[in-house]
């Protein structure tokens, strides 16, 4: 097996010293990818490409012209747009479909020089936990081919968990990279709503959707943050702030204080190893001087029905768009327009993405309006703006990413409801637009790997990471 980098400073370093050349580094990885096509983490690679691109940044790195992520070889989620590349979103209604331009996210890893390997599995759309509403089947996880990798990035994360390739870009709507991250035993990272353009993202839920790195250090993360942060004259919701040096700016973070869940502790739901794990950081950051404290969230119970109400009322408005006529797929039993519609949507869309459209589509009819989606929207403002005063008192808050560790491949077929409860502790930051991270927090006696959440104030990405790289070395 090829040498396995956990940052790319790892990597540029064997570069300079001639170790290894970006075309070799990509032939490794594409000889990873074929040792593990049964994890099904790749919908598309981008073989013959990739070794192109290599072999160019190979002679911009001998010029010395080479970009700031020369030598990081990148897997895109199959819902971010690449010119002249395939993009489906895991759907069979987009199967085929070629994309006619590329993403803000695509144009920057490119300007840096970094070479993108191929297009992830992720759930359908994007939709889901498990990464098993896939129209080209479940992603298998590493550590245990049996369990599923987390979603809806499934596919960006176990790539990165195998080394397949050296990090990913995935897109979190409720938690889509922060889940599969945890599962995996990798860093995955939310930035702040706003903070990175969904321009060429395909839509699920617009005021939610938000784009971040799976890597396997805060270093990468940060340096990713810092290519893909910034205007863009594309995307109307993106923050005008300023774009820092992330990377070079990682520091020591200071003494600081830290709230956590007092229901992650307590609650029956959450799995006793990922207690025993959370309590053990506790215990390190209060003996390295921090003060930790317990906080009661009183919304709690409401963060998974305000979520799954407003976000599937925004699918069922964004997914409108696929009706057989424009483009994808067009059913071959439409007699008239009618039928096309109905027929289209009914064999293209797979079942959970079907359940969302239903779900949003009856929130937003004229009865019930009123009385479930206007009431979201209300209840979201609360949890924002309790999630605020929180951080006004506190630096971090603290909580497991995931209740439990990845679960066997067809455990979300018996009840959906309780698929959606495994997003209780990720969908606050979505709710709330701050920035969020999952960190390895090392594995449980079955040797799953379990994770553990940070949350901070929004924009306040600097501190996330600078705390983040600290916590990982306690």
């Given at each position: 097996m090829a040498k396995f980098y956990t940052s790319l400073n790892q990597i540029k370093g064997d570069l300079r010293s001639g170790e290894v050349t970006v075309r070799g580094l990509v032939k490794n990885y594409l000889d990873q990818i074929k040792r593990n096509t049964h994890l099904n983490a790749f919908n598309e690679v981008f073989e013959h490409e990739a070794l192109v691109r290599a072999a160019e940044v190979d002679s911009r790195l001998e010029l010395g012209t080479a970009g700031k992520l020369a030598g990081m070889v990148i897997a895109i989620k199959d819902n971010i747009c690449y010119k002249g590349h395939k993009v489906s979103a895991s759907s069979k209604i987009l199967d085929g479909f070629t994309s006619i331009y590329s993403s803000t996210i695509v144009e920057r890893l490119l300007a840096e020089d970094a070479i993108i390997i191929g297009r992830c599995n992720c759930d359908e759309f994007a939709m889901g936990a498990?990464?098993?509403?896939?129209?080209?089947?479940?992603?298998?996880?590493?550590?245990?081919?049996?369990?599923?990798?987390?979603?809806s990035s499934g596919g960006s994360a176990v790539a990165v968990q195998s080394n397949m390739c050296h990090a990913a870009i995935g897109t979190d709507t409720g938690g889509s990279v922060r889940q599969p991250a945890s599962f995996c035993g990798v860093i995955g990272f939310k930035p702040t709503y706003g903070r990175i353009s969904r321009h060429g993202i395909i839509a699920y839920a617009s005021s939610f959707d938000q784009a971040g790195p799976i890597t396997h250090s805060v270093e990468d993360a940060a340096l990713l943050l810092e290519v893909l942060a910034g205007r863009d004259e594309y995307d109307s919701t993106l923050s005008s702030k300023e774009v820092t040096s992330f990377s070079t700016e990682l520091k020591e973070p200071g003494k600081k204080r830290i709230a956590y869940l007092q229901e992650s502790i307590s609650s029956p739901g959450v799995d006793p190893?990922?207690?025993?794990?959370?309590?053990?950081?506790?215990?390190?950051?209060?003996?390295?001087?921090?003060?930790?404290?317990?906080?009661?969230?009183?919304?709690?119970?409401?963060?998974v029905p305000t979520y799954y109400?407003?976000?599937?009322?925004?699918?069922?408005?964004?997914?409108?768009?696929?009706?057989?006529v424009h483009y994808g797929y067009r059913s071959p039993n439409a007699t008239d327009l009618q039928s096309t519609y109905k027929r289209s949507r009914s064999e293209g869309f797979g079942k959970e993405v079907k359940r969302r459209i239903m779900l949003g589509t009856f929130v937003l009819s004229a009865g019930y309006y009123d009385a479930y989606y206007a009431k979201a929207q209300k209840t979201r403002r609360l949890i924002r703006e309790k999630t605020e005063s929180i951080l006004e008192e506190y630096d971090f808050i603290l909580t497991p990413t995931a209740p439990e560790p990845a679960f066997a491949i067809g455990k979300e077929e018996k009840d959906p409801v309780v698929t959606y409860l495994s997003d209780i502790f990720t969908v606050q930051a979505s709710l709330?637009?701050?920035?969020?991270?999952?960190?390895?927090?090392?594995?449980?006696?079955?040797?799953?790997?379990?994770?553990?959440?940070?949350?901070t104030r929004q924009f306040e990405e600097q501190e996330l990471l600078n705390f983040s790289k600290y916590f990982l070395e306690l």
């Open positions: 498990t990464n098993e509403s896939s129209y080209y089947g479940p992603v298998k996880n590493y550590a245990d081919n049996t369990r599923v990798s987390g979603g190893e990922i207690k025993a794990a959370l309590s053990e950081y506790i215990d390190k950051l209060r003996a390295d001087g921090h003060t930790v404290k317990p906080i009661s969230f009183e919304y709690l119970d409401y963060l109400i407003l976000a599937t009322a925004e699918a069922s408005s964004n997914l409108a768009r696929y009706d057989g709330a637009g701050v920035p969020a991270i999952s960190l390895p927090a090392g594995n449980n006696s079955k040797g799953l790997p379990l994770g553990l959440q940070l949350l």
